[in-house]
């Protein structure tokens, strides 16, 4: 199988043939991690990115009947704020249909998107991953090249902040509607917590998997251009121990 890798900067990519193989692999890698991971510790700590390029790699995790779930403590990375508990475009309901609902964490910690007081929800959760720090982090990268919802115009490498209340821009709204997310721009909601850059990039490990030509641009921004929040994704090139992982159509403008 012809699998192209390279490094850039400290991120090392692996490029696959096809989608399928890419979240195949890349969920084999972390399950190696996972095991690694839970010899030296009792518990793990790992957050998971919400979103339909991430539905090959979690199906994969969920199907795996190696991983010892009950030893590690699940977290997402975003989620709207000011949809119902019950709307499936919500990021922990997106996660509990793929994978919180079908394996056996030790516990499954969620940012509640109908909070009444938002601000003091992403303080709830700041100060939740303060007290469990990730181990392994599974994420994507948006279109705009946002990592979370770090858009460029409000992510910060140098954030002080853990969890925040953002704006979410036009470009990251519009993404929502080509998954297939919402039916129209104005159905996206227009702001949502996200974990920061700085917590994100706090894990020791991080796995970015990437398919889909939408995402073309995007990649090729992260790898090719400046590191900085015009691309928030660049960051992971600063990252001792990052993988990118993409398909032959999200690699196709490199």
Avoid at 19 to 25: C, I, K, P, V, Y
Avoid at 40 to 61: H, R, T
Avoid at 152 to 178: I, M, S, W
Wanted: net charge negative; charged share 25%.
């Amino acid at each position: 199988m012809n699998i192209k890798q390279m490094t850039v900067d400290k991120l090392s990519v692996k490029i696959f043939p096809n989608r399928t193989l890419m979240g195949q692999t890349a969920a084999k890698e972390i399950k190696e991690k996972i095991a690694e991971l839970l010899k030296k510790k009792d518990e793990i700590n790992m957050i998971f990115a919400a979103a339909p390029s991430q539905n090959e790699v979690l199906d994969a995790l969920a199907d795996d009947g190696e991983i010892e779930w009950n030893r590690i403590n699940g977290f997402h990375m975003d989620e709207y704020i000011g949809l119902s508990e019950s709307a499936p475009q919500g990021f922990g309901n997106f996660l509990k249909a793929h994978i919180f609902g079908k394996v056996n964490f030790k516990s499954v910690n969620y940012i509640d998107c109908a909070a009444v007081d938002p601000e003091k929800e992403a303080e709830r959760y700041e100060n939740l991953l303060k007290n469990n720090p990730p181990d392994i982090v599974v994420m994507g990268i948006g279109e705009n090249g946002h990592i979370a919802f770090n858009d460029p115009p409000v992510a910060d490498f140098a954030d002080k902040r853990g969890v925040k209340v953002v704006k979410l821009d036009e470009v990251c709204r519009n993404q929502q509607v080509h998954d297939g997310c919402f039916l129209r721009l104005e159905d996206v909601p227009k702001y949502a917590i996200t974990l920061t850059v700085p917590t994100l990039v706090s894990a020791p490990w991080l796995f970015c998997v990437v398919p889909a030509k939408t995402k073309a641009k995007a990649v090729k921004e992260c790898l090719k251009g400046k590191i900085g929040t015009g691309c928030p994704a660049s960051v992971l090139r600063l990252a001792d121990h990052a993988v990118l992982y993409l398909d032959g159509d999200s690699s196709s403008l490199l």
